[in-house]
Every structure is written in structure tokens, then in C-alpha cells.
């Protein structure tokens, strides 16, 4: 099992920059392929970016956020990270960090989740 904890989050203005950061519990993070996602209000949790286990080279993103946003895993931390560029004011939401087996997009593909942090973007 792993138990994870994100951080990072606020209120900035539009284009401005966040660094979220992910930290995991546990001996086995390098095995686990990370994502973030992320839920605004009255909108269903869509998958954000992904990172493959081990060396995490394999990455998604979401069409709305690639070019500005950054994931990035540190295995000797146990943390990956999120590095939001350009924020806009649709980028508000409560974002999550999830581990899986398995790197994709799809919610169904990890097993353990956060429990959020909340970026607000003012226009």
C-alpha cells in the first residue's frame, strides 16, 4: 500500500506558476506509475498528466494543459511533482495525486489517492 499527500496548491493569479508536490509513503514508490488529476466544482475528476513507474518515461497530459504543464517524478523523495505554467481560471480545481500499476488517463487504472489540494486562479 501506499499512502499519499499532496502539496503546494493556492490562490495565484492568471499567469502565474505553481509547483505541486506528491509525497508517498513506502519502500516500493519507484514501482508505481503516478498521475494527477483534478476536480472542479459540478465537473467530473479529469485526469490531468501521468508518469510511468521506474524512470517515468513515458508521460500524458491532458490536450488543455500540455505546453504548460510538467510532471515529474523523484524517486529518491518518494514525490512527484506537478509544475503548472500560465495558470488560467479554468484551472481552478482541487487537483489529486493517484498511484497505479499501470500508466494511462483513465481513473480506473489507480488504486490509491490523495486527498487533494485546491488551486484557485483569479482572473
Known amino acids: 500500500q501506499v499512502q499519499l499527500v499532496e502539496s503546494g496548491g493556492g490562490l495565484v493569479q492568471a499567469g502565474g506558476s505553481l509547483r505541486l508536490s506528491c509525497a508517498a509513503s513506502?519502500?516500493?514508490?519507484?514501482?508505481?506509475?503516478m498521475a494527477w488529476f483534478r476536480q472542479a466544482p459540478g465537473k467530473e475528476r479529469e485526469a490531468v498528466a501521468a508518469i510511468s513507474h521506474s524512470d517515468g518515461t513515458t508521460l500524458y497530459y491532458a490536450a488543455s494543459v500540455k505546453g504548460r504543464f510538467t510532471i515529474s517524478r523523484d524517486n529518491a523523495k518518494n514525490t512527484v511533482y506537478l509544475q503548472s505554467n500560465s495558470l488560467k481560471p479554468e484551472d481552478t480545481a482541487v487537483y489529486y495525486c493517484?498511484?497505479?500499476?499501470?500508466?494511462?488517463?483513465?481513473?480506473?487504472?489507480?488504486?490509491?489517492w490523495g486527498q487533494g489540494t485546491q488551486v484557485t486562479v483569479s482572473s
Open positions: 493517484a498511484a497505479g500499476d499501470v500508466v494511462g488517463m483513465s481513473r480506473a487504472l489507480y488504486n490509491y
Open positions: 513506502g519502500r516500493t514508490f519507484s514501482s508505481y506509475s
